[in-house]
Each structure stands twice: as C-alpha cells, then as structure tokens.
Nanobody, 125 residues
Framework: QVQPVESGGGLVEAGESLRLSCEAGGPSFSLYAMGWFRQPSGKEREFVAGISWNGGNTRYSDSVQGRFTVSRDNDKEMVYLQMNNLKPEDTAVYYC??????????????????WGQGTQVTVSS
C-alpha cells in the first residue's frame, strides 16, 4: 500500500510558523479527500485538518481552527498544512492520509493509504 511522505517539521518557538508538506501520491490521488493528523507522545492519533478532493471543502479540529490552513495541489499530488501561531500543545508527530471524504478523515476511518513516518513538530514555550 502506498505510504505518504511527510516533511517540513522542526523545532520552533511558540508563536512561530511552520509549513508541512505531504507527498501523498498513489492511485486516484485527486479523487480523495486528504487530511492531516497528529500524535503527541504517549497519546492517540487525532484529526487536525481535512480538505475535499477539489479543495472546495475544508474542516479543522477546534484546537487548530483559525491558526492552521490545509491546501492541496492535485497536479503535484501534494498536500500542505500551514501552521501559524504555534503553541506548545501542538507538539506531535504529524501525518497525512487519504479517505473518500472529510467526514471519514475526521472520524479516523476508511483510510486509503498506509501511514507514513510522519514529521516531528516541536514547539517550545
């Protein structure tokens, strides 16, 4: 099964920004909704943001609403997560994955890709 490749993580201070990228690839990329997820150390993976197949619909978790922006480039088969005003509680390994719609992404079900290695985001206070 195709594994996405996430990149762009790093160590930043609170209030700073990062932009994550995901090479999602695989068959029928442009037909899938794409999402970002994160897993803090010792905790379960959680939904962060999702975008529909054509970019026309986005949804965010309450904790990142207004600070994070998800986007996609279907020609390049890439998904991005712009993260502004980062907080220490945003510290986690970030992953991307695909599903048939954003409801499935938010419900953490029906994933169309295997999980990749993720990219570490660490926010210091």
């Amino acid at each position: 099964q195709v594994q996405p490749v996430e990149s762009g993580g790093g160590l930043v201070e609170a209030g700073e920004s990062l932009r994550l990228s995901c090479e999602a690839g695989g068959p029928s990329f442009s037909l899938y909704a794409m999402g970002w997820f994160r897993q803090p150390s010792g905790k379960e993976r959680e939904f962060v943001a999702g975008i529909s197949w054509n970019g026309g619909n986005t949804r965010y978790s309450d904790s990142v609403q207004g600070r994070f922006t998800v986007s996609r480039d279907n020609d390049k088969e890439m998904v991005y997560l712009q993260m502004n005003n980062l907080k220490p509680e945003d510290t986690a390994v970030y992953y991307c994955n695909a599903a048939t719609n954003t409801d499935n992404l938010a419900g953490l079900r029906g994933f169309a890709r295997a999980w990749g290695q993720g990219t570490q985001v660490t926010v210091s206070s």
